[in-house]
């Protein structure tokens, strides 16, 4: 499987404050994704990329922002991090649009 | 409203019994992909499925695309603990968009 690396896993942070999370791969893969896990609602999307300096909108965006300055980094920006961003943020990788996805083990962000 | 419906939401069934689980949509999928997430971790690939109308055989578990491309079922034959976990439905839609998932529980 990829190898793919979230950091930080858990994070507690305070309303207003910015917050980013990383997602690093080691596969080479074209595609990056971004998704959020909350009870009832399965994996949303939030932004995905196809390429360095490649992003686009998923499903569930406002509120966030993402770059790709390199094949192997994704990051996601939460510039003021609101309560109802409190969520289980997984990353993911496909080798190409519509392939399996590789995820890694998420970060469990808390927003007080 | 999610762009893939999963149903049920809970299943909690007893070792040995037989179970299927629905995926669908409105929307025509190029492909569909089954995963399968237990607790503290990411969810891990099943079966991809592509053409209208095909099966996928797994084991114990059956994968169906429906002839139309918007729907699919997962059944499970003689259920066990170890399949125990969240399966969620992904389809591809210029991007990759999950259902919310069916949580099946399999008790000895």
């Known amino acids: 499987d990829a190898g793919i690396t979230q950091s930080p896993r858990h994070k507690v942070t305070e309303t207003g404050t910015p917050v980013t999370l990383r997602c690093h791969q080691t596969?080479?893969?074209?595609?990056m994704y971004w998704y959020r896990q909350d009870p009832g609602h399965g994996l949303r999307l939030i932004h995905y990329s196809y390429g360095v300096k490649d992003t686009d909108k998923g499903e569930v965006s406002d509120g966030y922002s993402v770059s790709r300055s390199k094949t192997e980094d994704f990051l996601l920006t939460l510039e003021s991090a609101t309560s109802s961003q409190t969520s289980v943020y997984f990353c993911?990788?496909?080798?190409?649009?519509?392939?399996?996805?590789?995820f890694g083990s998420g970060t469990q962000l808390s927003v007080l | 409203t999610q762009l893939l419906e999963q149903s049920p939401q809970f299943l909690s069934i007893q070792e040995g019994e037989n179970l299927t689980v629905y995926c669908n949509s409105s929307s025509v999928f190029s492909s569909l992909q089954w995963y399968r997430q237990e607790p503290g971790e990411g969810p891990v690939l099943l079966v991809t499925?592509?053409?209208?109308?095909e099966v996928k055989k797994l084991k114990r578990l059956t994968f169906q695309f429906g002839d139309a491309r918007k729907d699919s079922s997962l059944h499970i034959t003689a259920a066990q603990p170890g399949d125990t976990g969240l399966y969620l439905c992904a389809g591809d839609n210029n991007d990759m968009r999950f259902g919310a998932g069916t949580r099946l529980t399999v008790k000895p």
């Open positions: 993911a990788t496909s080798r190409g649009r519509g392939e399996k996805l590789f």
């Open positions: 596969e080479n893969h074209r595609y």
């Open positions: 499925v592509v053409t209208g109308g």
